[in-house]
């Protein structure tokens, strides 16, 4: 198989994204975490793009090698995910910090190696195209449940998520921007509801009062809000040339 003609494109993402590096005394014990050490470890870690597609290679088979899982929420879609939300969500599942036992054996070390293997793999899945047709909630522009939906979101989640869910590397918020409606809608509930454990106790907080159909709407809006062109793949019929 042929990496070239994905790592050209990669490789801006990845200086990118090494810029911003974590400063642990700036980052609050949430975002540390139980697994800081992992976490931190990979983060500093000059990532290897080629060994990062093959370990990759073990994530297609739930995430697909365009790393856009399924519209239907079964599986996330990685693709342009920040790097850090991504190596804390992996070290959080290697150290039983986050309930996932699908995933559980595949994120072990054994499975797809250390620390170097994280910043390796992560940095692969950040620079690849996402899909243009992620999958929605029922609500278009101009209901009122859109707009509610909208307005629930400029109240509680603009300051963390920002403005169009793009997130921020540098506190491990993740960006929510082209993500599948049901997958980020049983991720919220999961939240709310106390059985996601590795959740920002500050989100727990903030969401806790709202009603299912309050999560509806504020997912809806989040799951139809335009990503940006240059971050997406040209088409929903576009293959990673890597797995050809």
């Known amino acids: 198989m042929s990496v070239k003609p994905v790592l050209n494109g990669l490789a801006a993402a990845v200086a990118i994204s090494l810029s911003f590096g974590i400063n642990a005394a700036d980052t609050s014990s949430w975002s540390k975490g139980t697994t800081s050490g992992e976490t931190d470890q990979a983060m500093h870690l000059e990532p290897d793009l080629e060994n990062g597609r093959d370990v990759y290679e073990v ?30 969500q992996l070290a959080d599942i290697r150290a039983l910090n986050r309930d996932n036992p699908t995933m559980y054996p595949f994120a072990l070390p054994e499975s797809i190696g250390d620390e170097q293997a994280l910043a390796d793999v992560t940095a692969y899945i950040e620079g690849l195209p996402m899909n243009p047709e992620n999958g929605k909630g029922e609500w278009a522009e101009g209901t009122p449940e859109f707009e509610q939906g909208k307005k629930l979101y400029a109240d509680n989640c603009v300051r963390c998520h920002g403005e169009h869910g793009e997130g921020d590397k540098e506190k491990f918020y993740p960006r929510i921007e082209g993500q599948h409606y049901a997958y980020m809608l049983r991720q919220f509930e999961w939240i709310r509801d106390g059985k996601r454990r590795n959740a920002n106790p500050d989100m727990v907080e903030q969401i806790k009062n709202f009603t299912d159909k309050d999560m509806k709407m504020v997912i809806n809006y989040i799951s139809r809000y335009p990503v940006k062109k240059e971050d997406l793949a040209p088409s929903a019929d576009w293959k990673n040339p890597d797995f050809d």
């Open 59 to 88: 994530c297609s088979a739930c995430h697909m090698p365009e790393g856009w899982g399924f519209t239907d929420g079964t599986f996330p879609q990685l693709a342009g995910q920040h790097r850090p939300v991504l190596i804390k």
